[in-house]
Structures are given as C-alpha cells and as structure tokens.
C-alpha cells in the first residue's frame, strides 16, 4: 500500500516544492483556505479521530477546539524534539517530507488563528531542521507562508528553533519554557497551553507526526480517515522499530496491526534468535512479553498488558538480553534526563540507578529490589510532569515479569525478604 | 566577538521572536561554535547582546547538555550508547573507540583533536552503532568505518579548511 505519511518512500524528491505540488502538495491547505471556515476545518479533524502521535494520544481536533475563539496572539508549536529512546520518525518526515509537515501546521495555524508557527528540532537535528528551514523557504518564496497565502487574507510566519540537548524539552510546557530562553523545566498545569502558552498566549502544541497527518484529511475527508483502523485509534502510525530485530527502522502500518507484525515487518528477530520481550514505547511504558505480541498497535490495544502505544518505539529483545541491565539502561537515561525541579523524580531517579547499578555489578544486596519498589511507590503519583512516571516503568515492569533476573543477580537469593519484596509485586 | 561576525545572523534571529529572550539558544550555538565551548566571555557576551544576566547563560549552559562548559577537543565524538544502541553492539563500539583513541570516555586526545562522550538516544538507533561530531550523524558504523571517519577529520583539521558548520548554515537562513 502506498504511504500516506512517509510518501518519500513513494514518490522521489517529495521535499521539493514543485514535487510535492504535482502530487497533491498544498491542496488540503487550499481547501481549507478557500472553502473553509476555521470551524469547519476543527470540525473534520475533530470527526477524523485523529489523536496526538507525541504519547498522550489526545484528541487532535478538540484540543485545537480550546483555543479561545477571540484570541489575538495565537501560537502553533510543532513539537520535534524526539529524545525518547528508540524514537526516530519525525527525523525521517522532517528530513524527507517536510511539506507535509509545514501543510498541516499552516491549516492548524488558519483553524485556530494562529499568525506564527514554531518548529521545535531538538538541538542534535540540525541537519533535519535544515531541510525544513529549505522547505520553509520554498513555501516564502511562493506564496505558501508570508502574507496572504495562496492570494488570501490570511497570513501566517514559520520559524525553525533548535533546544539544545535536554529530553524533557519535549514536554510541551517544558518546551514553551526553553522556547522563551529559560531552562527547560515543566510547569504544573493548569493553566494548560491552550489557555496560556508560549509568552502566555494561547498555544497549541502538537506533534511532527500529527501534523502531517492533516492535510491528508483535509483532502479526503473524515470518512476516508476513520476507515483505517479501529475505532478509538484511527488512521496510520509510523512505527519505529529498533533492537533485536533483522530491518530496524520505521514503519507506517495502519492501526490495529499487531506487535507480532511488526517484528515480522522489520524481517522477524535478528539471527533467528527467539523473542524475549519488548518496550512499546520507548524506554516510557512498560516491557511487554510473548502473552501480548498478537495485540493491535491502538491507544487502547495493551491496556490488558499494563502498557502503552505510547510513540510506538518498539524496541525489541531478544533471549540473549539481560533485563537487569536493560531497566539499569533506561533508568540512567531518566536520572540523566530529570530536570531536577521536584524531588520525587531527581531523588527517585538518582537512588533507582544507584541501586541497579549495585546489583548488575554483582554487589545487590536482598533488600535492593524492595527499596526499588519503596522508591517507585514514592514517586508514583508525585512527580509534577510524567517524566517522572516513565522512569519507574521499566523498572517495575521488569521486576513484576522477570523476579528470576533480579534474584540471580544476588548471591543466595532464595531467603524470604525476596520471596516477599517480589510477591508485592 | 559573534555580534560582529555574525552581525546580520544575529539581527535575523532576533527578528524570528517577539521576544529577545528566545533568542538565547540560538546565539549560544553560535557562541559555541565560535569558542568551542561555553567560556565565560562567550556567555558574557551572548548576555549582552540580548541584554541578559551572565548568571542566566551560565544555567542555561549547565542545564543543557549540548554546551560544553570545558574546552573540549576539536571534534566531539558523542556516542550514543543507550538502550535501542546499546542492543546493536554501541558498548562494545564505545570500548573499542576508547581503545583506538586511547582515552577513557569523556577523555580527550593529547593532541586536542578528539573528545569522547556517551550519550542518550540521539534519534538513530535503526543505525546503530552511530555517532554525532560536531552535530553532524556517522551511522551504521564499524571499525573500519571509525577508522576511516576518524583520518578523515585528521585530513579536514590538517587542512585548515573546514566546511560550514550546520549552526552557520542555519544561522545564515535567518538573514534571509
Ligand atoms: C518527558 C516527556 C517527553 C516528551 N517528549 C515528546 C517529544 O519528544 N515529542 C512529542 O511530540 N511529544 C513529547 N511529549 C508529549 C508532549 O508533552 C505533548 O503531549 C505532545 O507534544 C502533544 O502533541 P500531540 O497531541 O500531537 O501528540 C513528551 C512528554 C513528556 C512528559
Ligand atoms: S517529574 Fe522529573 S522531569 Fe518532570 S518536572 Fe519533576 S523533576 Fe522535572
Ligand atoms: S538509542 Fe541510540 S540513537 Fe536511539
């Protein structure tokens, strides 16, 4: 089937103006424009069912519905700053289509009346950002961005911004934070962006992948997006998969495509090794094992496995892999990467990786995976961003799966304090 | 001084915002690329230009991982060795840049040329092992790879002749 978001797999040289113009580029956006009223443009999102790709899965249309309708200064942010581990689609879209993404932010920006859009790159995709920024100047150069686009009243400004090497920036109030020179730190919302965002305007945040979902709607309407997919979780998703597997790399599937179909996609497990488990979204949600494999890629689709789509960052595992290390991996990288404002995450963090460290280098102790759980309860709950719930997912769920693992790491592990540390689990 | 040398950049990147503050990260890259690292007149200056306290660049620096607050070598090879990476060899890939450059990690090379960091994802991991130099991607590495990315940057350092960096190419679009 052709790609409907990684259509440079398609059609070559897409991020030219002109190519993309000669295969459907800019009509969504000229539909909106011309035919549309801003509320219509919200109402076919909104009926589309399209949800953010950035995580949360929030409802696209109606988030764009909270921007005050009388608002002057109105901000759209397009949220590129892709740190989550495992997590490398948006770099393809900005590097390879990046008009798709600029179409759909600009009819974001008419729906909600927006005068300036921000694209957010993480510091360490310059050279993505600059393909943007050529596509950006194309779209100037031909009445696509400026004043009045496509002859209209409307106008609107693109402005490419790089952070500079922090994870927590792409949480939006953590980027709205770094996008106005501070450090990236989040607030506790409310206020929500919508409501006051970037210089507390009303601001919509939304992700790379979610923009170039748009104009694609646009074109062939909210029917055409709902029959792909399931109910709750409708149209395409660009999945990333990386680890054990034969062909890393992205793939677009529609919705409801199970786990096992993707591994299969990226040509089943390396070396013919057998599966062991794998992180759905990233190193953020919980490891899932074989028993979920046959569950669909939705929002909704591992609930019965106490996990998330999330991004879909699907890195894979296979036998060889020790899932001590694996969780000791992921909690350095949220230690590194808590931004330290509330105490729960950089204290929580910091003890986590102390911890797993100990054990992996064979000094554990029979009390390490019950201070483990005593952290994560801890944390639960109070971290003021949700940074601070990701870190103890994998922690969690590999103790919760894998009591084995973390018992041989410790020498004469059969006492009762294991049997019990792991029976609360 | 950046705010001579990049006199035009700097007025453009200002232009992009309603207010100078957003302009911070901006002219820090330009600071770094220019100092090689965040000195203190390199974060004295940035704080002028945008009329800013020092000790506010000075945070910013520390909190962002991307500015070096020491000099460092003249390329930064930043490694990624997290998780999806690390299952594709990136330690083991780590160990054996160490060995050949013969520094530990976070080390930089006698001759000033190389310093080596371990990083977080860096939005690569289908090409693992990778790194980045100086912003720029060296993907689905090996040992001869390596070995053939690393004489080439001793070719480009001998030279004197160095091409743009992505931070000039981007800085000069916003002249425009
Ligand atoms: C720690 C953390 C990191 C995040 N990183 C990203 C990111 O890199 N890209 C992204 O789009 N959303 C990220 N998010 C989600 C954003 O906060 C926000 O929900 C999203 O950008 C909204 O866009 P969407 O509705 O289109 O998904 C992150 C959230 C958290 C808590
Ligand atoms: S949970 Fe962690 S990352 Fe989020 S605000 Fe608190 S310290 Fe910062
Ligand atoms: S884990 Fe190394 S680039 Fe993503």
Redesign the pocket.
Same mark, same amino acid.
């Given at each position: 089937m052709a790609h409907i978001l990684l259509r440079h797999r398609d059609v070559e040289n897409i991020h030219k103006l002109d190519v993309y113009r000669a295969n459907g580029g800019y009509e969504g956006l000229k539909k909106a424009l011309t035919e549309m009223t801003p509320a219509e443009v919200i109402d076919v999102v909104r009926a589309s069912g399209l949800r953010g790709r950035g995580g949360a899965g929030f409802p696209t249309g109606i988030k764009w519905g909270f921007i005050p309708k009388d608002a002057e200064e109105v901000y759209i942010l397009i949220n590129t700053d892709e740190s989550e581990?495992?997590t490398?689609k948006d770099r393809e879209l900005s590097e390879k289509n990046p008009h798709q993404v600029i179409e759909g932010a600009i009819i974001a920006a008419y729906a909600v009346g927006a005068k300036r859009i921000y694209n957010y790159f993480r510091g360490e995709f310059m050279d993505a950002g600059y393909a943007m920024e050529e596509a950006v100047q194309e779209c100037y150069a031909n009445g696509l961005l400026g004043e009045n686009i496509l002859g209209t009243d409307f106008s609107c400004d693109f402005v490419c911004h790089y952070g500079a090497g922090a994870y927590i920036c792409g949480e939006e109030t953590a980027l709205i934070k770094s996008l106005e020179g501070e450090r990236g730190q989040p607030w506790s919302k409310p206020p929500f962006p919508a409501i006051e965002g970037l210089y507390s305007k009303p601001t919509v945040v939304n992700n790379t992948e979610t923009m170039a979902n748009v104009p694609q709607i646009l074109v062939n309407g909210a029917e055409w997006y709902t029959s792909m997919g399931t109910e709750k979780s409708t149209g395409p998703k660009i999945v990333c998969m990386s680890g054990h597997v034969e062909n890393p790399g992205n793939y677009e599937v529609i919705m409801g495509t199970t786990y096992r179909e993707l591994i299969e996609m990226a040509g089943g497990m390396r070396d013919g090794k057998a599966f062991k488990a794998l992180l759905p979204s990233g190193g953020s949600g919980p490891v899932i094992t074989a028993d979920a494999l046959d569950a669909p890629l939705t929002y909704e689709g591992l609930d019965a496995h106490n996990s998330v789509m999330g991004s879909a960052s699907v890195i894979v595992m296979d036998e060889t892999t020790d899932m001590v290390w694996a969780a000791q991996k992921m909690i350095h990288f949220f230690h590194h990467e808590s931004c330290g404002k509330c105490t729960p995450c950089r204290e929580g963090t910091f003890w986590m990786e102390k911890v797993l460290h100990r054990l992996m280098n064979g000094q554990g102790t029979e009390k390490d995976i019950e201070t483990l759980n005593s952290v994560a309860a801890q944390m639960k709950g109070r971290t003021l961003c949700a940074l601070g719930e990701f870190a103890i997912n994998p922690v969690l769920s590999t103790i919760r799966l894998f009591p084995e693992e973390y018992k041989a790491k410790v020498k004469n592990s059969q006492s009762e304090d294991w049997e019990k540390a792991l029976a609360t689990q | 001084m950046i705010a001579d040398k990049y006199a035009e950049e700097i007025e453009g990147i200002l232009a992009r915002f309603p207010h100078k503050k957003s302009a911070v990260l901006p002219l820090m890259h330009l600071a770094q690329r220019e100092y090689g690292y965040m000195s203190e007149d390199a974060m004295r200056e940035v704080a002028g230009i945008l009329d800013l306290d020092p000790t506010h660049v000075l945070s910013l620096a520390g909190f962002y991982s991307l500015f070096h607050e020491e000099p460092t070598g003249k390329y930064v090879l930043e490694i $990624?060795n997290? +998780? %999806? $990476?690390a299952l594709r060899g %990136?330690d083991e890939f780590v160990e054996m840049v160490c060995r050949k450059l013969d520094i530990p990690l976070g080390g930089t090379t006698e001759d000033g040329l190389f310093t080596v960091k371990g990083v977080m $994802? +860096?939005? %690569?991991?289908d090409r %693992?092992p990778?790194l980045q130099y100086n912003l720029k991607f060296a993907e689905h590495l090996d040992e001869e790879k390596f070995d053939n990315l690393i004489a080439y940057l001793r070719e480009e350092a001998a030279s004197g002749e160095e091409p743009p960096s992505v931070v000039e190419k981007i800085a000069a679009y916003a002249k425009k």
């Open positions: 581990t495992g490398f | $990624c997290d +998780l %999806a $990476c %990136a $994802c +860096l939005g %690569a991991c %693992a990778m």
